[in-house]
């Protein structure tokens, strides 16, 4: 994935850690204070809400049957999502372009 700015060519990649802790979808780059947004991938969308939904049926599943060993499913399922989007980012979206110029601060 590319993280540089779509204005000023800085590298954003140091600051995703952060950015992770306080998800805005208007960021203002450090360099040129420009803003910028985040570029979502249909992919990244798609793989998040498919994980969520397995893990919600695992759980409830695992309830209603009062079964340990799905529980444990659960985990390894939660583990595999958490593991899938750097996995997607490394493979797939490696020159998907993570921040996007806003409409007016675009040159000219």
Partial sequence: MDYHCPLCGANKQKTKFGQAMVPRMAIQCSKCHG?????VHPAETIVVLLNFAIIVVLVVFAYSLQSRDLVLVVVGAALVG???LPLLEHTYLR???RYLAKASNAKP
């Fill in 95 to 97: 020159s998907w372009p």
């Fill in 35 to 39: 803003v910028i947004h985040l570029n």
């Fill in 82 to 84: 958490a593991s899938s």
